[in-house]
């Protein structure tokens, strides 16, 4: 019995470790950029749309390192963003396992929202994520009468090896329409193609 159990916790330590040695599993290769290097610029975004600010994460949800940028519309009164994180992670790995984590606390809706959908008129397909989403939701959620009683908001969340992406974009407030589903399709397909210029061998 005790041979048994000895040679069971042997190939377990084995298959873990041989797991581990996967490509996956290690470190991520050493990159020749920076995290603020794979931001997009207000230049993807349309008219009345300018850069609010740009920061250094720090260590937010398990990252080695990480940068937000956001942006506001600037021709409404009401309080309307748009914003990247970029999380750089140790290895893919882990980048895969923070993207289950985050994938389910942003698409699962709260008391406040509706279930997160593909909206019509959006045919965008990622070119280089490992696994990625696309959704939009309706909010209640209005801290402050500039957020106005309810608005659309489109979350695009993504994995490019050991990089992770999350993405939003409000697109109407109180029935008002303050970017089109073909604008924020540019909006995300630009992030894309970012991602894939710089990790694309």
Known sequence: ??????????????????ACLLPSCGHAPKRNFSDQ??????SVLPEHW????????????????????????????????????VFHYSSAHRASWHYRRLEKYYF?????????????GFDFVSTAADQWRFGCMDTTFS???????????????AQ????????????????????????VQRFIEAIDRKMAHYLTP
Do not use: H
């Open 1 to 18: 019995m005790k041979r048994e159990a000895f040679l069971l916790i042997s190939l377990t330590t084995i298959i873990l470790l041989s």
């Open 37 to 42: 290097d794979l931001l997009i610029d207000v």
């Open 50 to 85: 300018a850069l609010l600010d740009i920061y250094t994460m720090d260590n937010e949800e398990g990252e080695e390192s990480g940068k937000t940028i956001i942006f506001y519309k600037t021709d409404t009164s009401y309080l309307v963003r748009a914003g990247e994180d």
């Open 108 to 120: 699962t809706p709260n008391i406040r929202e509706t279930p997160p959908v593909m909206p019509k």
């Open 143 to 157: 801290p402050t009468p500039a957020f106005g009683k309810r608005s659309t908001i489109c979350q695009y969340i």
């Open 160 to 183: 490019y090896d050991e990089f992770l992406i999350y993405a939003s974009i409000t697109t109407q407030v109180d029935g008002q329409a303050m970017v089109s589903m073909k604008e």
